[in-house]
């Protein structure tokens, strides 16, 4: 298996676009999370979904972020507008429910 | 309620060395409890896990972290150490017993290795 993937690997835009993060989940696996990682805030919980369904959102940090998962082997993070302070590395990761994570290789995301 | 602490931000060791690098938790029921490693540039990668059964686990790369229920620890060891495992370390923990299948992450502990 590839392992999990996202795509874009790198992302520079500027302030007010929108950016979409996208992540391809391990065949099989059930469950999907994104996390945002940076300096300041450490690894951060945004979204959990099982079985397509988002479960546990809390840590989506305000209305401009939302997810989807259309199905089981794809997942979109959105940013609308971006802002500056959403500079931060964008991990997806997937797994069996309840059992250990598979990370992808990650987003770098700057917004200028 | 779960929660991990990683009670140190950075950890020095010369190579050759052992190395500790510290994990406790705070779970209601019984936990799973999880090590990942991460390199510059890199995503998470899988350590070590413990479920049940014997306290001491074994992992990749050499690694190993021992399960001590009284004091709800779980510190990642090696017995000498290689240039090549400085990295940044994770410790996470989900509660088997709180019906939530979202771990909790510590905030890293960077791991230096000296030569």
């Known amino acids: 298996d590839a392992g999990v993937i996202q795509s874009p690997r790198h992302e520079v835009t500027e302030m007010g676009q929108e950016v979409t993060l996208r992540c391809k989940p391990i065949?099989?696996?059930?469950?999907l999370f994104w996390y945002r990682q940076t300096m300041m805030r450490g690894l951060e919980l945004l979204i959990y979904?099982?079985?397509?369904?988002?479960?546990?959102d809390s840590g989506m940090p305000e209305d401009r972020f939302s997810a989807k998962m259309p199905n089981a082997s794809f997942s979109t993070l959105k940013i609308q507008p971006s802002e500056p302070r959403d500079s931060a590395v964008y991990f997806c990761?997937?797994?069996?429910?309840?059992?250990?994570?598979?990370f992808g290789p990650g987003t770098r995301l700057t917004v200028t | 309620a779960q929660s991990v602490a990683q009670p140190e931000d950075q950890v020095n060791v010369a190579e050759g060395n052992p190395l500790t690098v510290k994990c406790t938790y705070s779970?209601?029921?019984?936990?799973?409890l999880f090590w990942y490693v991460q390199y510059p540039n890199r995503g998470l990668q899988f350590l070590l896990k413990y479920i049940t059964g014997d306290n001491l686990v074994k992992g990749s790369y050499g690694f190993e972290a021992e399960f001590n229920k009284s004091q709800t620890s779980f510190h990642l060891k090696k017995p000498s150490a290689l240039v090549s495992d400085s990295a940044l370390y994770f410790c996470?923990?989900?509660?088997?017993?709180?019906?939530?299948?979202?771990?909790?992450f510590g905030r890293g502990t960077s791991l230096i290795v000296h030569p």
């Open positions: 990761a997937s797994s069996l429910t309840g059992d250990r994570e598979y």
């Open positions: 065949s099989g696996h059930n469950s």
């Open positions: 996470a923990v989900r509660d088997m017993g709180g019906g939530s299948y979202i771990p909790t």
């Open positions: 779970v209601s029921g019984n936990p799973y």
């Open positions: 979904f099982n079985n397509n369904v988002p479960i546990d």
